[in-house]
Nanobody, 123 residues
Framework: QLQLVESGGGLVQPGGSLRLSCAAS????????IAWFRQAPGKEREGVSC??????RTAYADSAKGRFTISRDNGKVYLQMNSLKPEDTAVYFC??????????????????WGQGTQVTVSS
């Protein structure tokens, strides 16, 4: 059973940056497509970004384009978030799945989910 753990969340001022990490204890994430989702209080879960298992294809939600960057390194996946806005405040989840090399920002494509890490953007 793949257990995902997110880290790197916290409180940051508007315009600041955070880097979220997604890791699986005892496993490498290299063979899985990984996506980041977020959920703000009272709102539906929203896809943020994904990276495919092969060729490293990436995709971003419109809200993340130009500000967020997803990447892989040493068996982990990262989400670099720059120019953060108050509306980015949410619990961020990473998810892993076998998507046949596709990069999909759809929750149903992913089997394994982490517990989430809180990101709060506030002055």
């Amino acid at each position: 059973q793949l257990q995902l753990v997110e880290s790197g969340g916290g409180l940051v001022q508007p315009g600041g940056s955070l880097r979220l990490s997604c890791a699986a204890s005892g496993f490498t994430l290299d063979y899985y497509s990984i996506a980041w989702f977020r959920q703000a209080p009272g709102k539906e879960r929203e896809g943020v970004s994904c990276i495919s298992s092969s060729e490293g294809r990436t995709a971003y939600a419109d809200s993340a384009k130009g500000r967020f960057t997803i990447s892989r390194d040493n068996g982990k996946v990262y989400l670099q978030m720059n120019s953060l806005k108050p509306e980015d405040t949410a619990v961020y989840f990473c998810a892993a799945g076998m998507t046949r090399g596709l990069c999909l920002i759809r929750a149903l494509a992913y089997t394994y989910w982490g517990q989430g890490t809180q990101v709060t953007v506030s002055s």
